[in-house]
């Protein structure tokens, strides 16, 4: 696509499922990649030994480099030193994805305070400062970038039981239109993909349990759950110089998912 060789991407959370995916899709279009983990690097090195094998198979992603940053989205600390080392390794930082999400199973009515500012802290927060790290640097240089932040179908659709999750994913969007109409005359753009049921660990409830899988698949217009390499081949669009005139918004990428499903056949006159 466009625009995507010789850029430098920061992916959050690209250790696993969606995030990983990103990484390696946007190395094969040639941009560097700083794939971000949490803890242990183990996911992330898989991460980092696909996207560069995917990036050796393609002649625009030759020269493509890569580079491991340890980095607890919660932590302000951590996204700073994050920042700053992509930006000193790799030589530049381009494009953001917030990817790193996580999410508990809780009655609304039994959510503990250090629970909602966990969830909070890493989905809202966590995507909140990297955004404000990375919107620093591009101002200071004087250039252009790009965020794309990974929200889910739950940002419009509400979700008991996991009523910290819709908060965040809730604000996500209006943090993606307020940061895209913020710096929309710098030329940084801010858009978001909102995937629907994904097959990534997140997801292990139902991944590896078929009949609970066609339990999911069962309300999807389309019939079948999303794949991360789906999610990813939107972002790289996104990130793209395709999407140039495109800010503010989000992509949903959900096999139809939010369209209403139980409207297929008419109940009401
Ligand atoms: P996943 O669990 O594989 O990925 C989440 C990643 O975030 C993991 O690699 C995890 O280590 C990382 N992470 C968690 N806390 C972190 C922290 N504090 N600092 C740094 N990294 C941290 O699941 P996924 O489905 O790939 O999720 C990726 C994103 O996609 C999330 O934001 C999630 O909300 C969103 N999403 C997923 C689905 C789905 O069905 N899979 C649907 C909608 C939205």
């Known amino acids: 696509m466009k625009g995507l060789k010789g850029k430098t991407a920061l992916v959050t959370g690209a250790a696993s499922g969606i995030g990983q995916a990103?990484?390696?899709?946007?190395a094969e279009e040639g941009c560097n990649v700083a794939i971000n983990y949490r803890s242990s690097p183990?996911?992330?090195q898989v991460t980092e030994a696909q996207a560069m094998q995917q990036a050796c198979g393609q002649a625009e992603a030759c020269g493509v480099r890569s580079l491991l940053v340890r980095g607890d989205v919660s932590k302000e600390a951590d996204i700073c030193q994050m920042v700053a080392t992509t930006i000193e390794k790799l030589g530049n930082l381009d494009i953001l994805v917030n990817n790193a999400g996580i999410q508990t199973e809780t009655p609304s009515h039994e959510v503990t305070a250090e629970d909602f500012d966990r969830i909070m802290g890493v989905n809202l927060r966590g995507a909140f400062l990297c955004a404000r790290e990375s919107i620093n640097h591009w101002l200071t240089q004087g250039q252009t970038g790009v965020i794309i932040n990974i929200?889910?179908?739950?940002?419009i659709i509400p979700r008991p039981l996991y009523v910290t999750y819709a908060i965040s994913k809730g604000g996500m969007e209006n943090m993606t239109k307020t940061l895209a109409l913020e710096y929309a005359a710098q030329g940084i753009r801010v858009n978001a993909i909102a995937p629907g049921a994904t097959v990534t660990p997140i997801n292990k409830a139902w991944i590896e349990d078929l009949e609970k899988q066609a339990a999911v698949e069962s309300h999807i217009p389309m019939g079948r759950v999303g794949t991360s390499a789906e999610m990813a081949a939107a972002v790289a669009f996104l990130a793209s110089d395709e999407a140039a005139y495109i800010t503010g918004q989000t992509l949903f990428i959900d096999g139809g998912l939010t369209l209403y499903a139980d409207f297929r056949e008419a109940w009401s006159a």
Do not use: D, M, T
Not at 22 to 26: E, V
Not at 151 to 155: A, D, G, K, M, R
């Open 22 to 26: 990103i990484a390696i899709r946007l």
């Open 42 to 44: 183990e996911g992330a």
């Open 151 to 155: 929200s889910s179908v739950h940002e």
